[in-house]
């Protein structure tokens, strides 16, 4: 399994890219699919991507002119080439545009995930790999959670959320922020679908025996700390 990490995929063969965005979904990141270069940059002016996967052969232009495009606006998230261009020439070419890997076509989707992944641990990333606070731990690449050094089990939706309040502990973290991070733009999202994922996930913290808590910021967010806490104490 993967991040929840929010990746950008831009493939103009649509059934490469209902394959990709099933592995990447299976992987644990949210994956926003365009078929041509100017719906992905129309998406990027409105949400905030910690990766982009880009085809060079759109339909309506060059994945490279998209990526200069991209670079130009100073989006500086990393950027996977998708293509089955393999000369040295095309590569530097990339590279030289602001490209920060190259894969080729056809490729398995393990190398595709593997090379997000790695993208997104570099210096300046957004992936860490271990986060630890109170007596749990979360490895955010194999997406195993522990408690005490105990292996737990939490479902896919709370382990994404959190991995965000682990990344940001003792920060309030903004609903909008979690719930841009949990539901692609296709899926269906309730008024309170990010309250009760809070809540389910709350419940299992204590099951667990896990050293935190999450308290809620009426109208704001949530704040994980380290320590147990009676929710219903007056912080939420």
């Given at each position: 399994?993967?991040?929840?990490?929010?990746?950008?995929?831009?493939?103009?063969?649509?059934?490469?890219?209902?394959?990709?965005?099933?592995n990447l979904q299976k992987a644990g990141f949210v994956v926003d699919s365009f078929a041509t270069g100017a719906e992905g940059l129309a998406a990027?002016?409105?949400?905030?991507?910690?990766?982009?996967?880009?085809?060079?052969?759109?339909?309506?232009?060059?994945?490279?002119?998209?990526l200069r495009l991209l670079r130009g606006q100073g989006n500086i998230a990393p950027v996977l080439i998708l293509t089955t261009r393999d000369s040295v020439h095309d590569r530097v070419k990339g590279l030289n545009g602001g490209a920060d890997d190259t894969l080729l076509k056809p490729f398995a989707m393990e190398e595709l995930v593997a090379r997000l992944r790695a993208l997104l641990r570099r210096p300046g990333g957004v992936l860490g790999v271990t986060l630890s606070v109170g007596n749990l731990t979360l490895d955010t690449v194999a997406r195993e959670v522990r408690v005490d050094g105990t292996l737990v089990r939490l479902s896919r939706r709370e382990t994404e959320v959190l991995e965000h309040l682990m990344r940001r502990a003792g920060r309030v973290v903004p609903k909008s922020v979690i719930e841009e991070?949990?539901?692609?733009?296709?899926?269906?999202?309730?008024?309170?679908?990010?309250?009760?994922?809070?809540?389910?996930?709350?419940?299992?913290?204590?099951?667990?025996?896990?050293?935190?808590s999450i308290h809620t910021r009426r109208g704001i967010g949530y704040l994980l700390m380290e320590g147990r806490k009676d929710e219903g104490s007056g912080r939420r």
């Open positions: 399994m993967g991040s929840s990490m929010r990746i950008l995929l831009v493939e103009h063969n649509i059934r490469l890219a209902e394959m990709v965005v099933i990027v002016d409105t949400t905030r991507y910690d990766a982009v996967a880009l085809d060079l052969g759109l339909p309506d232009m060059d994945g490279f002119d998209v991070s949990l539901y692609g733009f296709a899926e269906e999202v309730t008024a309170n679908s990010v309250e009760a994922q809070v809540s389910r996930l709350r419940k299992r913290l204590l099951a667990i025996n896990a050293n935190l």
